[in-house]
């Protein structure tokens, strides 16, 4: 179904576009050298061969994106897991998936990854406009069923922006009935605290024609719980916090999030894990409607957020950051000496990999400390 053309600048490839983007992609020097990140040996002409052969987006997504975000997973991670698959909706309905947001790249793909292999089908998925640094990577996102979120605007252009993309993806639910990826709020939680965006709900009820508890279970929201053992750009974001301590207009320059986009995509991550936690409708129902309208979206973003904190998956790393941080033995029975040793070496080499002019360690070491022990704080506030 082809997309009505108001969505052109935000919208992924239609099919009949995806061979001109793959001539674009293959005669591009930079993604060549991009690609080879993950492939060092690839054969280029091979390469470019198969990349012609596919004559649509489900070829390019089932094959070779497929191949190299679990040739990611196998290099970068001890195992990628996912539960909860007997609450995806037995007849493939199309959900807007909502999560945490911990991997500018690889939190959609490899959630699309793991829904592809349980038969559900990959998503569409929600991408800013700050991490289109260059051409290539907007024709690549766009071939892999991507649609741009738009960042970089006035505020005079943001309410026409908010609406476009809500109606894009209330479209793309109701009309051309595939699933949505969208993370819970602009950008990662830097502090891993993790916490749903009322704008993020605004914006999806912007286009509904009911009121907002109708709106968005016309959406089908099914918020997702993702737990990284190691995130390795711990280092990157602690840094970030000091830069903007210390110097309160920092801005993250394009070089820093093509830096974060390769650390993240090529480091160890160790276990790696997706919960789908319930889709949301039969506790949107229950809601007050006549509620104040920031009240009532304070209530639906805590949904959200209570279902990804039960559903969190912890490691021995977040108990020992818990302890570290609060002077505490509260979950000495969770690790061992050696669990505990290891990650202390873990934090001092990330702590190594920070260069600044003023650098402050002690601050440093505990908005790390801070990232790991975030989930764990939240999911006992939940459970209290």
């Known amino acids: 179904m082809e997309v009505p053309n108001n969505f052109d600048d935000i919208r992924p490839l239609n099919n009949d576009e995806v061979k001109e983007a793959i001539e674009k992609l293959v005669a591009n020097d930079d993604f060549e050298r991009a690609f080879r990140y993950i492939e060092p040996d690839v054969n280029w002409d091979e390469f470019s061969k198969t990349m012609r052969s596919f004559k649509t987006k489900e070829d390019f997504k089932s094959k070779l994106a497929y191949e190299a975000v679990m040739k990611v997973a196998n290099d970068t991670t001890f195992s990628l897991t996912i539960s909860g698959r007997s609450r995806l909706p037995k007849d493939k309905k199309p959900c807007t998936f909502v999560s945490n947001h911990r991997d500018i790249v690889l939190d959609a793909s490899f959630l699309n990854v793991m829904l592809y292999d349980v038969g559900y089908g990959m998503t569409q998925v929600a991408i800013g406009d700050n991490l289109l640094i260059r051409p290539w990577i907007e024709t690549l996102v766009r071939l892999n069923n991507s649609f741009i979120v738009k960042r970089n605007v006035s505020v005079r252009q943001m309410l026409e922006v908010s609406r476009i993309l809500s109606a894009y993806i209330r479209y793309t639910i109701t009309e051309t009935k595939e699933s949505i990826w969208i993370a819970q709020r602009e950008g990662r939680a830097k502090d891993s605290n993790d916490r749903t965006q ?187």
Do not use: W
């Open 198 to 384: 009322g704008s993020v709900l605004k914006m999806l009820n912007m286009s509904g024609k009911e009121d907002i508890v109708s709106n968005l279970m016309e959406l089908n929201i099914f918020p997702v719980a993702i737990s990284y053992e190691f995130d390795p750009c711990d280092f990157l974001k602690a840094k970030e916090f000091q830069q903007k301590r210390d110097e309160p207009d920092f801005t993250k320059s394009q070089r820093d999030d093509l830096l974060s986009m390769e650390t993240g995509i090529l480091n160890n991550k160790g276990r790696v894990h997706f919960t789908l936690t319930s889709p949301i409708n039969d506790q949107l129902a229950k809601l007050d409607r006549n509620m104040e309208k920031n009240e009532l979206i304070a209530a639906i973003a805590s949904i959200i957020d209570k279902e990804i904190y039960k559903h969190y998956r912890f490691y021995p790393c977040n108990y020992v950051a818990y302890d570290m941080l609060n002077g505490t033995r509260r979950f000495s029975e969770n690790y061992s000496l050696k669990d505990k040793k290891q990650f202390e070496t873990y934090l001092q080499g990330q702590l190594d990999k920070i260069v600044l002019p003023n650098k402050d360690e002690a601050f440093l070491r505990t908005k790390i400390l801070e990232m790991y022990t975030n989930p764990l704080k939240n999911h006992l506030e939940n459970k209290e």
